[in-house]
C-alpha cells in the first residue's frame, strides 16, 4: 500500500484474502503504513486486528519463532535500527525484514540516502534479508546467505517500463534452491504511451541541469519562491519545467 489510508472495499478484499490464508503472514512497516510516522489509526492496524494470521513485527525486540522450523524473523522497520541476533538463536535460521533503501547501484546520480547490498548484507549476518523499498528488483548473495528484495508487485510509473516483477519461494532447508515466480503483467505498449518515456527523458535532464543550477547559485534571500523567480529570469527557463516546479512546490510547502 502506499497508503495508510485505503479504500474501504479494498481493505474488506484485503481482509478476506489474508484471513482466510492457511499460511502466517509476518510482515513490518514501512513510511507509507504509516500516518504521520505513527502505527495509529491506519489500515495495516486495522488489517492486524482483523487477521489472526497477519503478524506485525515493530522491531521492538519482538521476534517471530517457529521451533517446528528451526526458524526466527526479526524485523527493522522503517527509520529504525537493525536488530541483533539473539546469542540463543544463532544456530537457528535467522531471517530479517526490513523497510529500508538498500540497492545494488545508485537509482539516480547523487542518491546518498542508499545503502549498499553487498556491504549491508557482508555486515549482517543473518541467513536471510528481505528488504524493500526499492522499487527495483534484485538477489545478492554471500557465502551461502542472500539479501533479497523483490521491488514493486506491478509498476508504478513509467520509469519502470521494463520491470518485471516477482516473487520468491525459499526453502530454509535448501537455501541454494530458491525458485523466483514470475508475477505475469501486461506488455509495456499496452498501459504506457511510450512515446511520453522520450519525452520525460528530456524534462528530467533540464530538471536535473536547473538543480545543479540552484546549488551553485551563491546570493540567496530567505523566501524560496522569490529565489525561484529571479532564477527563472536569469536563466530563461522553459515554461513547462515552470510549471512542473510549481506543481510540485505546492506539495511540498
Known amino acids: 500500500m502506499d497508503s495508510p489510508s485505503v479504500s474501504y472495499d479494498f481493505l474488506c478484499w484485503l481482509i478476506y484474502y489474508i484471513k482466510y490464508c492457511d499460511i502466517p503472514i509476518i510482515t513490518t512497516t514501512g513510511q507509507h503504513d504509516l500516518r504521520y510516522r505513527n502505527f495509529e489509526n491506519t489500515s495495516l492496524r486495522t488489517l492486524s486486528y482483523s487477521c489472526d494470521n497477519l503478524i506485525i513485527l515493530n522491531g521492538d525486540g519482538d521476534i517471530y519463532k517457529r521451533k517446528d522450523h528451526n526458524v526466527s524473523i526479526y524485523a527493522s522497520p522503517f527509520n529504525k535500527e537493525i536488530p541483533q541476533i539473539e546469542k540463543t538463536l544463532k544456530k537457528q535460521f535467522n531471517i530479517l ?16 540516502d542508499a545503502e549498499s547490498s553487498n556491504l549491508f548484507l557482508r555486515n549482517n549476518k543473518f ?70 518515456k522520450g519525452n520525460k527523458k528530456e524534462v528530467d535532464a533540464n530538471l536535473n ?24 529570469k536569469e536563466n530563461k527557463i522553459e515554461k513547462d519545467l515552470i510549471e512542473i516546479i510549481e506543481e510540485n512546490m505546492h506539495g511540498i510547502f
Open 209 to 232: 541541469a536547473f538543480c545543479s543550477g540552484l546549488s551553485k547559485s551563491k546570493e540567496m534571500g530567505l523566501v524560496i519562491e522569490d529565489n525561484l523567480l529571479e532564477y527563472y
Open 97 to 112: 525484514i526490513t523497510h529500508r533503501m538498500i540497492v545494488q547501484e545508485k537509482i539516480w546520480e547523487g542518491q546518498t
Open 127 to 196: 541467513d536471510l534479508i528481505v528488504s524493500g523499498d526499492n522499487h527495483q528488483s534484485f538477489i545478492q548473495s554471500h557465502k551461502g546467505r542472500y539479501l533479497i528484495n523483490c521491488g514493486s508487485m506491478m509498476r508504478s510509473t513509467i520509469a519502470q517500463v521494463d520491470h518485471k516483477p516477482f516473487v520468491v519461494l525459499f526453502d530454509t532447508d535448501k537455501p541454494d534452491d530458491l525458485e523466483i515466480i514470475k508475477i505475469p503483467i501486461a506488455m509495456p505498449k499496452k498501459v504506457f504511451d511510450l512515446q511520453k
